[in-house]
């Protein structure tokens, strides 16, 4: 059973944290995003990697940057949280070259105050 | 304009019904169309996937590409309370376009 976990349902925090979010995938996938959830905006692209070390911006990627150290992991940090930063996080992961099927974690939400 | 359109809904329709879920887009350079659902507090997960026009079937799920008008269709026969979910279409290019762009997503209700 393929699975994409994510190391928090819920999250607060206050304005100027550090805040760290982890993803992890058990599929042996290559491509790993990060998506933010808003109502009536939908899913938007922070950032993604298609390898270990490797990243690139997504549509939204201003106070946002990612870790990939191991394949298996991919770590979305926001340097200073800030209030316009409360939102729902979702990982995905594909499998190099099928990108029409993006297996999701149950998301993180993540309320900064 | 948005790339890709999608009303939020929600949609109510009574335990039966045949349901019709759209997505319009601008960008003609989408090959593949695909169809999520996503249940409250949880992830989107894919339904199904078309590429180029035409129609898929699974089960009581039908999806239709219409490319000449570049509107999209989700249609659920037999509607029943537990399709009360979120539908995100998501549309991608080929080559160098391959990240889906998510439509907003449709709430529907369906009620017993």
């Known amino acids: 059973d393929v699975k994409v976990t994510q190391s928090s349902r819920y999250l607060v925090k206050r304005t100027g944290e550090k805040v760290f979010l982890e993803c992890v995938q058990d599929?042996?996938?290559?491509?790993m995003f990060w998506y933010r959830q808003d109502p009536g905006l939908g899913l938007r692209l922070i950032y993604f990697?298609?390898?270990?070390?490797?990243?690139e911006k997504g549509d939204i990627p201003e106070g946002y940057s990612v870790s990939r150290e191991k394949k298996e992991r991919f770590s979305l940090i926001l340097e200073s949280a800030s209030t316009n930063q409360t939102s729902m996080y979702l990982c995905?992961?594909?499998?190099?070259?099928?990108?029409?099927?993006?297996?999701f974690g149950p998301g993180t939400r993540l309320t900064v105050l | 304009q948005k790339e890709v359109e999608q009303d939020p809904g929600p949609l109510s329709v009574p335990e039966g019904a045949i349901v019709s879920l759209n997505c319009t887009y601008s960008?003609?350079?989408?090959?593949?169309f695909m169809w999520y659902r996503q249940y409250s507090r949880k992830g989107p997960e894919l339904l199904m996937y078309?590429?180029?026009?035409g129609n898929k079937e699974d089960g009581r799920f039908t999806a239709q590409v219409d490319k000449s008008s570049k509107y999209i269709s989700l249609f659920i026969r037999d509607s029943q309370p537990s399709d009360s979910a979120t539908y995100l279409c998501?549309?991608?290019?080929?080559?160098?376009?391959?990240?889906?762009?998510f439509g907003r997503g449709t709430s529907l209700i369906v009620h017993p």
């Open positions: 995905a992961s594909t499998v190099a070259g099928a990108y029409n099927e993006q297996f």
């Open positions: 599929m042996d996938h290559e491509n």
């Open positions: 990697s298609y390898d270990v070390k490797m990243k």
């Open positions: 960008n003609s350079a989408f090959q593949y």
């Open positions: 078309t590429y180029s026009s």
């Open positions: 998501a549309l991608r290019g080929s080559g160098g376009s391959y990240i889906p762009t």
